[in-house]
């Protein structure tokens, strides 16, 4: 009845072919430990929708390196020269959105709404073939929601119902990554009795996690590293 | 390299800032200008989810998970406050964001600008660039005079893809502070042993000037 997953469990929520929303600001807040898993699974031509691709070999950059994504959708993708080059290699299609379309499009896509009109990217090669609309005077285009199979998310405490709270700036994409999957799986540093995060301190409700995994990752130095 | 007109920049917009406002720094020139407030407090939001970002903290008190967006650790000022993405964009999209001050590629004299792609690499970055360009209340662009190959960054018309439709209110480079009106580029003022005449030869826009060349 648990939420409670080893990582070597919760691969098997994932199917060849799935969109897979991910949580994560460059390495902050970023589910290395589920990475991990994907890495070392047989699954195959994953979509991933994330700001960005990690850094060649780090967070996101490992599912590219072992030949895992077909799509990649995000605002920055310059950060990790193997995206780059497998994009000129013709190996990876990429869907660049501005950050806060991206981040508002998965917020929709989490609150049952199916697009909304934004000012952002009008008039440029971004807006190219998207519905524009002109609101009290004002220039928007039409961005559709954007919903997962599954959702990767980092948090700093879980309770063991599923609540959620994360470390700063760490917070970044996952609390509306957690709203847009149809499972959803939740890497975290520590795991708590019900009843020891405060109910006003809860950012993501236990309504929208399936499954909990226990980080490997420590920081240490300015850096991630495993801790086992 | 460039460092002394790149602070020189950063000084000079210092002075366009208000106390108190909500202000937005992009990469390059912009990230110095916490180190020149002298007295002057902004509340500086970063986009991954921060309003109140404080100075870098030492060594021993980094915490990757409280970092810029620049990706460099951060600290929180008194009154900070963390939120997720949707929020921090609803903030810029939203115009509550005071000023962004905003690097670019080029410039144009009507004040759009180009500040995520150059024509003919690859396209595959543009974080929240467009975002502040259509949402902050105002804009200024932080920019040197010149690309490092020598060519005008302030220019006639962009042949660099637009960040959008929205126009900026200000540039100041090494050489100037030019404001826009109207679709119509105007001198502030010369920030450098120059002339009118020098500095129309070296800026690929087209500018309007008194005869003391800092009318406006």
Known sequence: ?228 | MNQFERIKIAKRIVQELKQGQFVNLGVGIPTLIPDYLGEKKLVLQSENGLLGMGPTPPAAEVNMDLISASKAPITMEIGASLFDSSNSFAMIRGGHIDVAVLGVLQVDQTGELANWAVPGQTILGVGGAMDLVAGAKEIIVATLHSSKNGDPKLVKELTFPSSGIRKADLVVTEHAVFKFEEGTMKLVEILSDISVEELKEITGAEFEYNSEGTDF
């Not at chain 1, 990582?7 to 589920?34: C, H, N």
């Not at chain 1, 981040?103 to 524009?132: D, M, N, P, Q, S």
């Not at chain 1, 559709?144 to 599923?162: F, P, R, W």
Request: proline share 3%.
């Open chain 1, 1 to 228: 009845m648990g939420k409670l997953l080893k990582q070597s469990e919760f691969v098997k929520f994932i199917k060849d072919g799935d969109k897979l929303l991910v949580g994560g600001f460059g390495m902050s807040g970023t589910p290395l430990t589920l990475i991990d898993g994907i890495a070392a699974s047989s699954l195959k031509n994953l979509t991933i929708v994330s700001n960005n691709l990690g850094e060649p070999g780090k967070g996101l950059g490992i599912l590219l390196q072992e030949n895992k994504l077909i799509k990649a959708i995000g605002s920055y993708f310059t950060t990790n020269r193997d995206a780059v080059q497998a994009w000129v290699d013709g190996e990876l299609e990429i869907e660049l959105i501005p950050q806060g379309t991206l981040a508002e499009a998965v917020r929709c896509g989490g609150a049952g709404i199916g697009g909304f009109y934004t000012k952002t990217a009008v008039g440029t090669k971004l807006a190219e073939g998207k519905e524009e609309k002109v609101i009290d005077g004002e220039r928007f285009i039409l961005e559709k929601a954007i919903k997962g199979d599954v959702s990767l998310i980092k948090a700093h405490i879980a309770d063991h119902l599923g609540n959620l709270v994360y470390d700063h700036t760490g917070r970044n994409f996952n609390p509306v990554m957690a709203t847009a999957g149809t499972i959803v799986i939740a890497e975290v540093d520590e795991i708590v009795e019900n009843g020891v995060l405060l109910p006003s301190e809860i950012v993501t409700p236990h309504v929208y996690v399936d499954y909990i995994v226990k980080s490997n990752y420590v920081k240490k130095a300015g850096v991630f590293v495993e801790s086992v």
